[in-house]
Structure formats: structure tokens, C-alpha cells
């Protein structure tokens, strides 16, 4: 495999556009970047924000070699001042993100960079490719989990995903989302994501009785095992040579796995088998193309199953397989240090920024621990959340709600301040269970599969008043 720097993983108009911000010195102008998603895949209520990780290991190994330089000097259009700066380029900047595991709305900022407009540039591909990839299969292993009302979910998606970063990444990301494990050996070597796994059905193949291939696969892993039952005949054989070998060892703690035809039909046989053979404590997994449908499915239809074994309908969220979130620039730096707010102006309207430096308060009731809704707010407005708040629909200003008995939360927190790291990534576990906690305060309702409640996220009466001064200004 040829060296990869990840400093290289850039659209290239963004040198491009460098180039040109060195050569009108604009990169010495402090530029403000959002980072936000305009709807949430699959029509949920909401999505799950992951990637933080990983984009400050890039950060801080953010260098361009020799190579790279050469590289681009081969492209014959960059200037040489430009490319000298590049062998000393650093990360010198501001970011501010919400913790990994956090539910997150559209339009709202996820991340926030603050930075010379050149390394706020070079940075936009990848902070987005990491994001929006993490965040897509969070979203998507939270929706696969809670269909599986309690039941563990594991991700088994690895030989499916879109390249060797979609594996690992993908998985790590599916236990943020709620999985309790992964099949990836390479994510749990990483991250501590747990690992585990059973045998395919070329193990059983390979000996002359499927029988043979159970017993020999219980000598090796006494300790609750797992037997894949379906390679020949589920019923007639699989799961008979099973329950003999389980008794003939003397194993009570074990499984079996049923990965191909009718599971619900199959699971309710196979349980009813085991219990009558005394194996009450033998668990069902079951795989084979699953998703948050048919697991629903399965669970309404009353399935005996203890373990749901998800691969390619996760790890591509196949149903919805772009997260869509964007970077667009929303402030820049006055040389007195002013900031002045941009907006980037559409006929979709859907596609009109929300100007300025800002922070994001979400807003939770005292009495039942919810939260009520999230609201933009420019960098330095503070919210007294001792006293009655009024917020504002967007989208229509004549509505307005006000909070009372209520806490105010920062989302944003800081992450890189002057380009060094502020933030202490928590461990795979904790991410796991913030992100638990935090679910927990979402109404029911918001976490529908179909048409959930709309959460608000509101501007605040100044954002909205910048916003529409500059739209004004921008008439199309």
C-alpha cells in the first residue's frame, strides 16, 4: 500500500483557493466555518454526532512532506511562496464541536472552526468526510438498536463496507450509536470496541460431519460458544447436532445462529427445541441482511431472539447512505477584530446559512429532565436560565414559546484553542454511554421510525435579526 498523508486528502479547488487567499492576503484574515446537516437520514427525528476522534488525531498530524510539495509544484500553477508556506504549515486555530454520542438537529453547528482562512480551507474535506461518515452509522446503529427493544445488536459488517477506514471507523462508530460489539478484530485492537465472533459455514464444511465440526469447535471454545446450525439443515440437523454436543460437553452457557430462511419461523422451532432438550439457557442469534425493519418486524411477530448480528444494512446505512452534512463559511475577522457575519443566500431556501459566530443552547424542563429545544445564538449572548426565556420560530416569527423552570446547556465546547488540543476524548465505553444518557432525554415522540415530532431549533431574536438585514442586502 502506497504512503498516505491525510493532509493530502483535500478537494483539490481548495489549494486552488489557498493559493489564491496567499496570494491576496486573505490568508492572514480569521475566517469562521460551520459545520451542520440540513435533514436527518432515514426521516428521523434526529441524528447522532461521532468522528470527533478521529479528526483530532488528523489535526494534530496535520504536515505536508516533501512530496506533497513536489506533488503540487507538478501541477505547474502553484505559486512558490505558496508552496514554501505549505512546508511549514501548522493547524493554528479554534475548533469547537459537540461531544461524540450527542443527538444533534438540522441546521444547527455540529463543529465550529475558527481559523486563518488557508487552514480553515484545507481542512473542509476531511473534517466532513469524518463526520458526516461517523455520524451516518451512529445514527443508523441507534435506529437498528432501539427496534431491537433490549435484544444486543452486533455490527458484522466489515467484508461490506466501503473500504478499510468504512470497516473500522463504521464500527467504532456503531457501538457510539449503542451496539454491544463489533466482528472488526482491528477496531478493538484501536478503540476497545468489544470483538467476538462465531465460525462460518466453511468450518463446517470442512469436516466430514457437521457433527464433527460442532464437537471439535466446543473443545477449542468450551466457554460459551456458538454454533452456526444452518449450513445444511436447520431443523433436521443443525440444531439437533447442537443440543448433542452442548450436552455431551456439559456446556450450558452457549448459542446457536441462524443465518439464512425464515428467522422468525426458524427462532421460534429452534427455542422451543432447545427448552425441551434442557437448554433453557442456550441463546439465538440471528443474522442475514437485517435492518431496523426487519428487526421490527421480527420483534412484533414474536421472534425468540436474544442477538441481532447486523452487517451491510449498517455499516452503509444502505436505506440512507449520505449523512449531507456541509461547511460553510459564516464569519470573517475585520482587522480591528470585529467579526462580521456572512450568509450564503439560495433560491432553495432550504439552503440559506444561519450568519455569524454563535453557540448552541439546548434547553431541558426540570421537572421531566427533556429537553425542550435548541437555539443559535451569536457568540457572546448569554442565557439566564434563572429567569423566563422567549424563543423564536425560524420559520415563522410569530411563534414564540416561553421556557420556564428550565436548564441552559452550551453544546459547542472547546476542542483546539491556538491549534493546540483542549479536549480529553473520553473512552469508547463513556461515548457509548453519554450517548445512552442523552437519548434518554429526548421525548419518545422525537424518536419515532415514522414521522417523529419536530424538534425545535430556534433562533435567537439578535441572530435573526442578522439574518435578516443581510438577506435584505443579498435580494436576488
Not at 476522534?53 to 512532506?65: A, G, M, P, S, V
Not at 454520542?101 to 481542512?123: C, S
Not at 465472533?197 to 465440526?213: I, K, N, P, R, Y
Not at 425468540?304 to 447486523?310: A, N, P
Request: glycine content about 6%.
Amino acid at each position: 500500500m502506497k504512503h498516505q498523508n491525510m493532509a493530502m486528502l483535500c478537494d483539490f479547488y481548495e489549494f486552488t483557493m489557498s493559493n489564491g487567499y496567499f496570494k491576496n492576503g486573505f490568508y492572514k484574515r480569521t475566517v469562521y466555518f460551520d459545520v451542520f446537516f440540513r435533514s436527518v437520514p432515514d426521516n428521523g427525528g434526529f441524528a447522532i454526532a461521532a468522528g470527533l476522534e478521529q479528526l483530532i488525531d488528523y489535526i494534530k498530524e496535520l504536515r505536508f512532506e516533501d512530496a506533497d510539495i513536489d506533488y503540487l509544484r507538478s501541477k505547474g500553477i502553484f505559486d512558490e511562496d505558496f508552496l514554501a508556506y505549505l512546508k511549514n504549515f501548522r493547524f493554528t486555530g479554534d475548533i469547537f464541536a459537540v461531544p461524540e454520542g450527542t443527538p444533534v438537529f438540522p441546521n444547527e453547528p455540529i463543529l465550529t472552526v475558527r481559523a486563518p482562512a488557508i487552514e480553515a480551507q484545507l481542512i473542509e474535506t476531511f473534517v466532513l468526510l469524518t463526520i458526516n461518515h461517523q455520524s451516518l452509522i451512529a445514527t443508523k446503529a441507534n435506529r437498528i438498536v432501539r427496534a431491537a427493544q433490549g435484544k444486543a445488536v452486533l455490527e458484522f459488517g466489515s467484508r461490506r463496507a466501503q473500504g478499510a477506514s468504512g470497516a473500522v471507523d463504521g464500527a467504532r462508530a456503531a457501538y457510539i450509536g449503542g451496539c454491544a460489539g463489533t466482528a472488526c478484530t482491528l477496531t478493538d485492537q484501536l478503540y476497545g470496541v468489544p470483538a467476538g465472533g462465531t465460525m462460518a459455514h466453511a468450518w463446517v464444511q470442512m469436516f466430514d460431519s457437521e457433527l464433527e465440526a460442532f464437537r471439535t469447535y466446543c473443545e477449542l471454545y468450551p466457554k460459551n460458544p456458538t454454533l452456526l446450525v444452518d449450513t445444511y439443515d436447520t431443523l433436521r440437523s443443525g440444531i439437533p447436532n447442537a443440543i448433542e454436543v452442548f450436552r455431551e460437553k456439559n456446556i450450558r452457557e452457549c448459542a446457536i445462529r441462524l443465518d439464512s430462511g425464515d428467522i422468525s419461523y426458524l427462532s421460534k422451532k429452534a427455542r422451543k427445541m432447545l427448552d425441551d432438550a434442557g437448554l433453557t439457557d442456550c441463546k439465538i442469534t440471528v443474522s442475514n441482511a437485517l435492518d431496523e425493519k426487519l428487526i421490527r418486524d421480527l420483534m412484533m411477530q414474536g421472534a425468540k431472539i436474544d442477538t441481532f448480528g447486523v452487517g451491510e444494512r449498517l455499516i452503509t446505512s444502505s436505506s440512507a447512505p449520505v449523512f449531507g452534512g456541509v461547511y460553510k463559511l459564516v464569519a470573517v475577522e475585520k482587522r480591528n477584530g470585529e467579526i462580521e457575519p456572512k450568509i450564503k443566500v439560495s433560491e432553495n431556501t432550504a439552503k440559506i446559512t444561519n450568519p455569524h459566530f454563535k453557540k448552541v443552547y439546548r434547553y431541558f424542563d426540570n421537572e421531566s429532565g427533556k429537553a425542550l429545544a435548541d437555539e443559535l445564538c451569536v457568540w457572546d449572548e448569554t442565557v439566564d436560565d434563572t429567569k423566563p426565556h422567549t424563543i423564536f420560530d425560524p420559520n415563522a416569527t410569530w411563534k414564540t414559546k416561553t421556557l420556564i423552570n428550565f436548564t441552559a446547556k452550551e453544546l459547542l465546547v472547546p476542542v483546539f484553542k491556538n491549534g493546540e488540543c483542549v479536549y480529553d476524548c473520553p473512552s469508547i465505553q463513556e461515548i457509548q454511554a453519554y450517548c445512552a444518557g442523552q437519548l434518554d432525554c429526548l421525548w419518545d415522540e422525537v424518536k419515532r421510525f415514522e414521522n417523529p415530532h419536530n424538534y425545535y431549533v430556534d433562533l435567537s431574536e439578535q441572530i435573526y435579526q442578522i439574518k435578516s438585514i443581510l438577506l435584505s442586502l443579498h435580494k436576488m
